[in-house]
């Protein structure tokens, strides 16, 4: 077996075993138990069970990242992270509830940079703006979405997506120009 079809038989087994309890209580044994791997296979892919929870997001992260290249707009973009964390819920919530919310978040940044950039990208085009600048105003918009979906997986996400992102758009519609205008006229 190669190392990443391991990596993702150890990767496919803590996602099942966390159908029958919280990440908090699951071992390596029972990792290692599931996939029918001993223990030491278990820790020549991963140091533990939150660096195993941190590959399953990167590699989340990437395939939903090349699955989905670009989008029609930043609303499909920001729709398709709620989409991807309601795919994977279970997952999700427990990661939120046991393990460190860095890594969760890094998942988020990860997953909202681009949409956001796609757009500050484009409308800045022509304008002399700065690699900086559109980073800057990139990040800014997205440590908000991600503070919106972590607040929407604290309340078991409850609230349909389409919704937030629609509340979104009404608070953020042209603002991104209007940060560009005054980033171009204060030079």
Known sequence: MSSLTTKKAIAFALKELLHQKQLSKITVNDIAEHCDINRQTFYYHFQDINDLVEWICIESADKALKDKDNYENWMDGFLSVFEIIQKDKIFITN???SVSLEILQ???YK????IIYQVVDEKAKGRGI???DKRFITNFYMYSFVAIVLEWIKYDMKE???IIVSRVNYIVEGSIDQALNNLTNHR
């Open 111 to 114: 997953l909202v940079y681009p």
């Open 95 to 97: 990661i939120f509830k």
């Open 106 to 108: 890094t998942y988020l």
């Open 130 to 132: 700065k690699e900086d």
């Open 160 to 162: 349909n997506p389409r």
